[in-house]
């Protein structure tokens, strides 16, 4: 069973896997898929260096069968279908006392501060397992953890169904938002500069614009009666899309942001006094996001198989770093760790 070790430097080394026996309160598992994320590529780009040890195995959006169970797990079993929660919190900081465990002060994120998924037998604590149903295929089940964040943003922006959602930014999280907020019964504007993606956002059945061609906040305004956007979700990152964010909502309207910011971006803060508007930030999910996000994946409500632009073998991690650095036709990419 092989393993992709992160060396630095943008260079990854294939090698046979060191498995590690579950402890007490850990499982083993044996990882089917495991998606790439913006997270990987920063990582891949020397990002959060300082979080690493060295050589590091990436990955927290991950499908598998449990191989072995340490002791004292209950209710878990080796044979049953898994996927990772990749978070561990640390149970007594004020935010984990207050319930809010998956913003934890020193929360370790799993894949970044743990070893991750990209390796064919994987050890993590019993805690963040969820089952998977038979009717879910292991591949489609790399996708749970993504889905989680789009359950995590709608449930914090609060849609309703008939409501006018307004998502910044068509990356997969974007669009499993826009999913996700559909699935609910909101109406749906994406808007995304890349023009594979709005084609493909297009093709799943998401009203999807291309920024550098409509004027949003006009288009925004035609489609609500002059209203304005219910709730507004940035997940583009970018600081043209921030500049913009703060025109499209209604009087009391709402904003999540879910991206991440290199810079600190420009917003314009008169429009929070001037329309009464809400902001609210999003950061991963809680357990219920997961088993909400496996819920949908299960009940065939999301077009799951059409994200996955391509499924790679762990050896050729490298070259889905650079398919992701270019952009263009990519949207998610896997890899299959058995293979
Ligand atoms: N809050 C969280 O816990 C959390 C979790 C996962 C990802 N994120 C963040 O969410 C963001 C989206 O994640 P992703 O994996 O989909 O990333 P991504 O980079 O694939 O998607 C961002 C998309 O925004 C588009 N874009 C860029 N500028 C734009 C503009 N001006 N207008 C419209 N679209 C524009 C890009 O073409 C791209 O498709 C990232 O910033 C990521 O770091 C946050
Ligand atoms: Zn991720
Ligand atoms: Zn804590």
């Not at 990772?84 to 020193?106: E, F, K, T, W, Y």
């Not at 963040?128 to 995590?152: D, F, K, N, Q, Y």
């Not at 762990?314 to 990519?330: I, K, N, V």
Request: net charge negative.
């Amino acid at each position: 069973m092989q393993a992709a070790f992160f060396s630095g430097n943008q260079k990854f080394e294939t090698g046979p896997c060191v498995p590690v026996a579950p402890v007490e309160g850990q499982v083993q598992i044996r990882v089917a898929f495991c998606g790439i994320c913006g997270t990987d590529l920063h990582l891949f780009h020397g990002a959060m260096a300082n979080r690493l040890t060295l050589p590091h195995v990436m990955g927290h959006e991950m499908s598998g069968v449990i191989e072995s169970v340490g002791a004292a797990v209950q209710g878990w079993k080796p044979g049953d279908r898994v996927t990772v929660r990749p978070l561990d919190p640390c149970g007594q900081c004020p935010a984990c006392l207050a319930g809010h465990s998956h913003i934890c002060h020193n929360l370790k994120f799993i894949g970044i501060d743990r070893p991750g998924a990209l390796q064919g037998l994987w050890t993590v604590p019993a805690h963040t397992l969820h089952r998977l149903p038979e009717s879910l295929g292991l591949r489609e089940a790399a996708m749970v953890e993504p889905i989680a964040v789009a359950c995590h943003d709608v449930r914090m922006g609060e849609v309703a169904a008939g409501e006018f959602a307004a998502v910044i930014g068509g990356g997969p999280i974007g669009i499993l938002i826009a999913l996700v907020a559909q699935a609910r019964g909101a109406r749906v504007l994406l808007a995304e500069v890349n023009e594979f993606r709005v084609k493909l956002a297009r093709d799943l059945g998401i009203d999807a614009v291309n920024p550098r061609e409509v004027d949003v906040p006009v288009l925004v305004a035609e489609r609500t009666a002059g209203a304005g956007a219910d709730v507004v979700f940035e997940v583009s990152g970018s600081s043209a899309a921030a500049a913009i964010m703060t025109s499209l909502p209604r009087t009391r309207g709402r904003i999540v942001v879910v991206a991440i910011y290199g810079e600190p971006p420009k917003i314009d803060l008169f429009r929070f006094f001037w329309r009464e508007l809400k902001l609210a930030g999003a950061r991963v999910y809680e357990p219920v996001d997961f088993e909400h996000a496996i819920e949908l994946a299960a009940a065939g409500r999301l077009p799951i198989d059409r994200l996955i632009t391509g499924v790679l073998p762990l050896g050729r991690l490298e070259e889905a770093m650079r398919q992701m650095e270019r952009g263009g036709d990519c949207m998610k990419i896997l890899v299959d760790v058995q293979a």
